[in-house]
Nanobody, 123 residues
Framework: QAQLVESGGGSVQAGGSLRLSCVAS????????MAWFRQAPGKEREGVAL???????FHADSFKGRFLISRDMEKTTLFLQMDSLKPEDTAIYYC?????????????????WGRGTQVTVSS
């Protein structure tokens, strides 16, 4: 069973930056897509960005130009660089992995989830 552990969350002021990391361990199917989701209090979980097995990335419109997803060469560590943070970016950020090499940015496509890391942006 794959395990995902996020780190890098914290509290920053608006306009600041954070870099989230997610280390994957344990069994993971070859051909895995990985992604970042977030969930704010009282809101549904939403997709932030995805990188598929082939290295192609996708960022939801709300995050283009501010957030950047990447992965190390061994495909065991996922990153999310977050710049120009806004108070509305405050949420728990989750790392997720899919068995599909071409997953969509939809929570239903992902079977492995981390426990999340809190990001708080103050104005």
């Amino acid at each position: 069973q794959a395990q995902l552990v996020e780190s890098g969350g914290g509290s920053v002021q608006a306009g600041g930056s954070l870099r989230l990391s997610c280390v994957a361990s344990g069994y993971m199917d070859v051909g895995s897509s990985m992604a970042w989701f977030r969930q704010a209090p009282g809101k549904e979980r939403e997709g932030v960005a995805l990188i598929n097995y082939y290295g192609t990335t996708f960022h939801a419109d709300s995050f283009k130009g501010r957030f950047l997803i990447s992965r190390d060469m061994e495909k065991t560590t996922l990153f999310l660089q977050m710049d120009s943070l806004k108070p509305e970016d405050t949420a728990i950020y989750y790392c997720a992995a899919s068995r599909s090499p071409l997953a969509a940015l939809n929570p239903r496509d992902f079977v492995f989830w981390g426990r999340g890391t809190q990001v708080t942006v103050s104005s």
